[in-house]
Structures are given as structure tokens and as C-alpha cells.
């Protein structure tokens, strides 16, 4: 059984930093591409980062380029966070699937999600 376990989330103020984890059980993690989403309230969930199976290829959405890190280590996905804004608050989700390149972003293209870890950000 997959299963996908974020957690990191927190408090921070404007310019601090955090870094979520997602765990991987139930398969081995580089079989599938994997990212993070976020859905602040009252607005859709969308693409920050993914990762293509294996590793080969990155992307980060245009409002998070420069800041966030993805990266992946055995079994955990991680998404480092610096320099952090209000805008960034949200509830965060790492997820697996095997979207195609030009989807690496897309919510839809991910079938396996973890529960959500909150991040709020303070100005």
C-alpha cells in the first residue's frame, strides 16, 4: 500500500525558513515522479516543485524559483523553503503519479497524496 507522510510544516515569519519531508512507504520512491503542491484557502491546489522518476529532471513553478529546493534521499522527498513570503502560506502536499514532462506540475497527473503538512508564513 502507498503511502506518502509530509511533515515540517510550521510557523515562520517573512525571510525564515522551513523544510518539509514527505516519507514514501508501500513502493520504492524513485519508481514514480514526485511533488510538492500547495492550496492556500479558498484557492485551488497547484504545482511548487516536482521531481521526474529517477531524478533527471526539475521544475518549480515561476513564484517559487530561487527560493524552494526539491530534492529526494532513499525513501523521502524534501522540499527546502528559504526566504519565505505571506503569499507562501498554504497547506502542503507531496504526491507521486507519472505525469508526462510537460505536466510535471499539474495536480491532476498525481495519483498518490499524503495528508498535508500547514505552513504560515507572518509578516
Known amino acids: 500500500q502507498v503511502q506518502l507522510v509530509e511533515s515540517g510544516g510550521g510557523s515562520v515569519q517573512a525571510g525564515g525558513s522551513l523544510r518539509l519531508s514527505c516519507e514514501v512507504s508501500?513502493?520504492?520512491?524513485?519508481?514514480?515522479?514526485m511533488g510538492w503542491f500547495r492550496q492556500a484557502q479558498g484557492k485551488g491546489r497547484e504545482g511548487v516543485a516536482s521531481i521526474y522518476a529517477g531524478g533527471s529532471d526539475i521544475y518549480y513553478s515561476d513564484s517559487v524559483k530561487g527560493r524552494f529546493t526539491i530534492s529526494q534521499s532513499n525513501d523521502k522527498l524534501y522540499l527546502q523553503m528559504n526566504n519565505l513570503k505571506p503569499e507562501d502560506t498554504a497547506m502542503y502536499y507531496c504526491?507521486?503519479?507519472?505525469?508526462?514532462?510537460?505536466?510535471?506540475?499539474?495536480?491532476?497527473?498525481?495519483?498518490?497524496w499524503g495528508q498535508g503538512t500547514q505552513v504560515t508564513v507572518s509578516s
Open positions: 504526491a507521486a503519479g507519472t505525469p508526462p514532462l510537460w505536466k510535471m506540475l499539474l495536480p491532476s497527473q498525481y495519483t498518490y
Open positions: 508501500g513502493y520504492k520512491s524513485t519508481t514514480y515522479s
